[in-house]
């Protein structure tokens, strides 16, 4: 998938003061290339433990202390893995939504989003 279509999106949240982080997952088709892609993407430390736990734990902190402007993740090519390995797939949401819950609860700002189309 290409960012063009996201553009003016990514430009509207940025102009309100959120940044953004990419999460390509094109290409990943199990639950240790979902981790190592995440690990690069969201510039997570080396002691990342590349486990479900580990990941929520991360993704907690990803929206930054209540009251910054706070941060979009973009999950684009997920569909791939999704259709690999759906029960990964199922937990991955779940972490994501508990993490946008968990953000939302401390008056912090954390949104991911799933980018629909293909890649091309």
Known sequence: ????PLAPVLAAVRAAGLSTVSLDLGGV????AFMDRCARALALPDWFGRNWDALA????DLAGPPGSPGRLLVVSGWQEYAEAAPQDWIVAQEIFTGAVEYARDRGAVLEIVLALGTRT
Do not use: P
């Not at 998938?1 to 063009?4: A, L």
């Open 57 to 60: 734990d991360s993704l907690t």
């Open 1 to 4: 998938m290409t960012s063009e």
């Open 29 to 32: 088709s199990d639950k240790a």
